[in-house]
């Protein structure tokens, strides 16, 4: 099968929808199916990067701002146009411009195309592309009405599809995937935490997030902050970047907790911070399904998670996971000191969280699902 693959950024951009794009083109390709992915071009990366069944298009324009992403969103519908034909299926990650583009080429050409939605709630595809252009609601409306099936990675994404009266019929629940990696009982803790300069004397928090307002690093520094005053030894590690880190690095410097707490920026070797930390905290305000949590629960590591769409599908509370309403500190920092304190507990979770990705989220699972759904638009 060849399957067309469309999406605003790609790799080297790291990011959940990039993740697992890429994770789910790898995943067909070592099936034997053929992908190309039609993308933007970051500064200094190749047009054309070709690795087997795997070829990756990236489109270079110019300008900036909103001016750049016209002329990419037109540049988009013309490569669409002038290849799709050799195509089976369009397969589009995120309902934003590239999907308004693609949606626009398979309606001239017939072509049968698919598009994953990332985020629900407040952050849900079609409001922000409603947002994001002064014509959004007609590209909105055009994407919902042409797309031949959604795939939803959480429930609440199928209800806001429903709000958009889109049928049934015409959504798929697929969830991320994740990768297994090895559990982490069975790593050398303390050799990745001397690799990483990490204290030996502390419980790790670790947080893989943007540093965007929606992740609201806030609540969970004014958690650490409360465990601090009670005596608590935490050592907060922040892996990730974005538009917030100047407020969030203020406030650790105001605040007077730089010892407790450090910002480590985009790493390559999240996996290994993994193995090297105590607790995976993530505290969004919503998530489509977080590619971090499900990797830190494939190795194992006992999570803390916000009360909020995308976290309760995957973690069951008290059972595979801790979960927190998104704004309460206090409650945050008690369900830290739960975990921090209980070693067999906190264990139990590891191990439970590890065999529901394992059940539910693995990459195999989902790139069979993904099939299943391009043949039966066929």
């Not at 709630?121 to 031949?148: E, I």
């Not at 959480?154 to 990696?181: C, F, G, M, Q, S």
């Not at 909020?308 to 599908?313: H, I, R, S, T, V």
């Amino acid at each position: 099968m060849n399957i067309l693959m469309v999406i605003g950024q790609y790799r080297p951009i790291v990011g959940g929808s990039e993740v697992q794009a890429e994770r789910i083109a790898e995943g067909l390709v070592a099936q034997g199916h053929h992908v190309t992915v039609i993308t933007s071009r970051p500064k200094q990366t190749p047009l054309l990067e070709e690795q087997g069944n795997l070829t990756i298009k990236r489109l270079d324009v110019p300008g900036f701002g909103k001016l750049k992403i016209y002329l990419l969103m037109s540049a988009m519908l013309f490569e669409i146009l002038r290849s799709v034909r050799k195509f089976d299926v369009v397969h589009v990650h995120q309902a934003l411009y590239p999907a308004f583009a693609a949606a626009l080429a398979t309606r001239w050409l017939r072509k049968p195309m698919i598009v994953k939605i990332a985020n629900s709630g407040a952050g849900f595809d079609l409001h922000k592309l409603v947002q994001s252009f002064w014509w959004g609601r007609f590209m909105a409306h055009f994407v919902a009405k042409r797309v031949n099936c959604f795939v939803a990675v959480n429930r609440n994404i199928l209800e806001d599809l429903e709000e958009w009266k889109v049928p049934p019929e015409r959504a798929e629940l697929i969830p991320n995937t994740v990768t297994l990696h090895q559990a982490r009982w069975n790593q050398p803790v303390e050799g990745y935490r001397q690799q990483l300069k990490l204290p030996f004397d502390r419980t790790i928090l670790l947080c893989v997030a943007s540093l965007l307002p929606k992740k609201n690093h806030m609540v969970l520094l004014d958690a650490v902050k409360r465990l601090r005053a009670s005596g608590a030894p935490l050592h907060l590690v922040l892996l990730g970047e974005g538009s917030g880190r100047g407020t969030l690095s203020a406030w650790v410097q105001k605040n007077g907790m730089q010892d407790v707490v450090e910002f480590r920026g985009v790493v390559p070797n999240v996996v290994e911070y993994m193995y090297a930390s105590d607790i995976f905290v993530l505290p969004s305000l919503f998530e489509g399904i977080s590619n971090a949590l499900l990797e830190a629960m494939s190795v194992g590591l006992p999570c803390i998670v916000s009360d909020a769409p995308g976290n309760w599908e995957v973690v069951v509370e008290g059972q595979n996971g801790l979960r927190f309403a998104p704004h309460d500190a206090e409650a945050l920092a008690r369900c830290i000191e739960e975990v921090r304190t209980d070693a067999l507990f906190a264990g139990k979770l590891g191990i439970a969280a590890r065999m529901h990705v394992e059940r539910y989220y693995s990459l195999e699972s989902g790139v069979q699902r993904y099939l299943k759904l391009y043949q039966r638009l066929l």
